[in-house]
Nanobody
Framework: QVQLVESGGGLVQPGGSLRLSCAASGSIFSINAMGWYRQAPGKQRELVASITNGGRTNYADSVKGRFTISRDNAKNTVYLQMNSLKPEDTAVYYC?????????WGQGTQVTVSS
């Protein structure tokens, strides 16, 4: 099994930055890719960014050029650097791991962009 723990959410003003972290533990070898999703009130959960074991990244059009996903394999941690934040980025952000046994989710961290 894989466990995921997110951190780094909070309240930030429009135009500000935040960095989310997702620490993985357990059966790390089983992970093929990791990603960040978000869910705003009344909306479906959507992909924000993902990164494969080989380092290939994928971004939602709405965050391209503003968000960067990266990983530190030594720390088993994936990061989401979010710059130029907008009120529409407000959501609960979830870390996700695609493993050989299926999908695993973290508990989520709230990001609120407001003045």
């Amino acid at each position: 099994q894989v466990q995921l723990v997110e951190s780094g959410g909070g309240l930030v003003q429009p135009g500000g930055s935040l960095r989310l972290s997702c620490a993985a533990s357990g059966s790390i070898f089983s992970i093929n890719a990791m990603g960040w999703y978000r869910q705003a009130p009344g909306k479906q959960r959507e992909l924000v960014a993902s990164i494969t074991n080989g380092g290939r990244t994928n971004y939602a059009d709405s965050v391209k050029g503003r968000f960067t996903i990266s990983r530190d394999n030594a720390k088993n941690t994936v990061y989401l650097q979010m710059n130029s934040l907008k009120p529409e980025d407000t959501a609960v952000y979830y870390c996700n791991a695609a493993t050989i046994w299926g999908i695993r989710w973290g508990q989520g961290t709230q990001v609120t962009v407001s003045s």
